[in-house]
């Protein structure tokens, strides 16, 4: 399995981005998947997550109402739409997937089994 994301770069506080991420895999609907950020000597963090359904996701409480991930299972791609940035957003984000249940998120950098090289997202003030 086989993770690129993209779609990070340079923005104003209070802008948005939208990440990608595209997975070279049979069977993308067998995947659920995340997003972690991290930032120099910290811990990789989660951020979000979406079921192999889609009928469920998680969002780390810090970017609740501003992020949203949706997948697309025709083009085997997650997404990670972030609106109203902020500063402390800033961060490289990985993408990640793993096999599992149908309605399973994980929150978890342990529940993946497979990482994208992450993108780097920095938010200006």
């Known amino acids: 399995v086989q993770l690129q994301a993209s779609g990070g770069g340079l923005v104003q506080a209070g802008g948005s981005l939208r990440l990608s991420c595209a997975a070279s895999?049979?069977?993308?609907?067998?995947?659920?998947l995340g997003w972690f950020r991290q930032t120099p000597g910290k811990e990789r963090e989660f951020v979000a997550a979406i079921s192999r359904s889609a009928a469920s996701t998680s969002y780390v409480d810090s970017v609740k109402g501003r992020f949203t991930v949706s997948r697309d299972n025709a083009k085997n791609t997650v997404y990670l739409q972030m609106n109203s940035l902020k500063p402390e957003d800033t961060a490289v984000y990985y993408c990640a997937a793993s096999t599992g249940s149908l309605d399973y998120t994980g929150r978890s950098k342990y529940s993946y089994a497979y990482w994208g090289q992450g993108t780097q997202v920095t938010v200006s003030s």
């Open positions: 895999v049979r069977t993308f609907s067998n995947y659920h």
